[in-house]
């Protein structure tokens, strides 16, 4: 039976029905001036339209995972993501801080994150440490490589249980380190060193991972991979990404991770007045 409801610091997010992750990227090509100066906010200004929307949490990051994305310095990210994440959740807005680094978990978690959005899993040396030292929840994500070189060449033998199987061996890792169960959320990780054909298999394969019990999370909005299969540039992704919602919502998805909020939720209500 999966997991009903997600501890998350001082909230507790009620997954009875599917939940929005709103994406702010405070990144220089997100709200910027020509990608010189990033618009801190413009950034805010985003994020409260999401929430007025109907986002249920907004995921703040400060460095792109996109295939190909450099690294970002950890001072860097830490001037982008900390004031952002302190004036959201000041204004009672469920924060999640999407980072692979520790200093930046503990530093977002102080500022008042509630959920921990870790694309590498907590697989980077003190993540683990710094995520239990916490009371967010976490996101465990699946990646095969790293961001900079992980589309060149990704190969599974059986790309569904390997994913399962990665996301429990560190689910278990977190609980082992005193990370409740109720606190965590797996993510198989669309678009993260998988093809179409492998994203594909993975997402038909979710209620595997749903069963499991742990809450799933799906990101697929605007990515690549949905370009595939429409012929659409990114800026034209949206109906393709509600579509993607709802078909990960329809084999259990508990979060998705979007872009277009409004046209998120205004489906998923359709979705619930049909499903019941
Ligand atoms: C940061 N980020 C980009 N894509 C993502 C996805 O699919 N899942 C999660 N958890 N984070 C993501």
Same mark, same amino acid.
């Given at each position: 039976m999966p997991t009903r409801a997600l501890r998350c610091g001082p909230h507790v997010l009620d997954l009875t029905r599917p939940r929005v992750m709103g994406i702010l990227n405070v990144t220089p090509?997100?709200?910027s001036d020509g990608g010189r100066f990033f618009d801190r906010e413009r950034a805010l200004d985003h994020a409260r339209r999401m929430l007025a929307d109907g986002a249920d949490l907004i995921d703040v990051g400060g460095e792109s995972t996109r295939p190909g994305a450099a690294p970002v310095d950890e001072a860097d990210e830490l001037a982008r993501v900390i004031p952002v994440v302190d004036a959201l959740a000041r204004e009672g807005a469920l924060v999640s801080i999407d980072t692979m680094k520790p200093a930046v978990m503990r530093a977002a978690v102080a500022a008042g994150a509630a959920m921990i959005n870790d694309v590498n899993a907590?697989?980077? +040396? !003190?993540a683990m440490d710094a995520a239990a030292s916490t009371a967010a929840a976490v996101c465990l994500m699946h990646m095969q =490589? &790293? +961001?900079?070189?992980?589309? /060149?060449a990704p190969q599974y033998g059986d790309v569904a249980a390997e994913v399962r199987d990665f996301l429990v061996g560190r689910a278990q890792s977190c609980e082992t380190s !005193?990370? /409740?169960? &109720?606190?965590i959320v797996l993510d198989p =990780?669309? =678009?993260? =060193?998988?093809t179409l054909a492998q994203n594909l298999l993975l997402a038909r394969a979710l209620p595997e991972l749903v069963a499991t019990g742990y809450p799933v999370l799906a990101g697929w909005s605007r990515k690549s991979s949905l370009g595939a299969i429409t012929g659409r540039d990114v800026d034209e992704r949206m109906p393709a990404s509600v579509a993607a919602a709802l078909a990960a919502v329809a084999r259990g998805a508990a979060i998705v991770r979007v872009h277009d909020v409004r046209e998120t939720v205004d489906a998923l209500r359709v979705w619930h007045a049909v499903e019941g």
């Amino acid at each position: 039976m999966p997991t009903r409801a997600l501890r998350c610091g001082p909230h507790v997010l009620d997954l009875t029905r599917p939940r929005v992750m709103g994406i702010l990227n405070v990144t220089p090509d997100s709200f910027s001036d020509g990608g010189r100066f990033f618009d801190r906010e413009r950034a805010l200004d985003h994020a409260r339209r999401m929430l007025a929307d109907g986002a249920d949490l907004i995921d703040v990051g400060g460095e792109s995972t996109r295939p190909g994305a450099a690294p970002v310095d950890e001072a860097d990210e830490l001037a982008r993501v900390i004031p952002v994440v302190d004036a959201l959740a000041r204004e009672g807005a469920l924060v999640s801080i999407d980072t692979m680094k520790p200093a930046v978990m503990r530093a977002a978690v102080a500022a008042g994150a509630a959920m921990i959005n870790d694309v590498n899993a907590l697989q980077v +040396p !003190g993540a683990m440490d710094a995520a239990a030292s916490t009371a967010a929840a976490v996101c465990l994500m699946h990646m095969q =490589g &790293e +961001p900079r070189t992980m589309q /060149a060449a990704p190969q599974y033998g059986d790309v569904a249980a390997e994913v399962r199987d990665f996301l429990v061996g560190r689910a278990q890792s977190c609980e082992t380190s !005193g990370i /409740a169960r &109720e606190r965590i959320v797996l993510d198989p =990780g669309f =678009g993260f =060193g998988k093809t179409l054909a492998q994203n594909l298999l993975l997402a038909r394969a979710l209620p595997e991972l749903v069963a499991t019990g742990y809450p799933v999370l799906a990101g697929w909005s605007r990515k690549s991979s949905l370009g595939a299969i429409t012929g659409r540039d990114v800026d034209e992704r949206m109906p393709a990404s509600v579509a993607a919602a709802l078909a990960a919502v329809a084999r259990g998805a508990a979060i998705v991770r979007v872009h277009d909020v409004r046209e998120t939720v205004d489906a998923l209500r359709v979705w619930h007045a049909v499903e019941g």
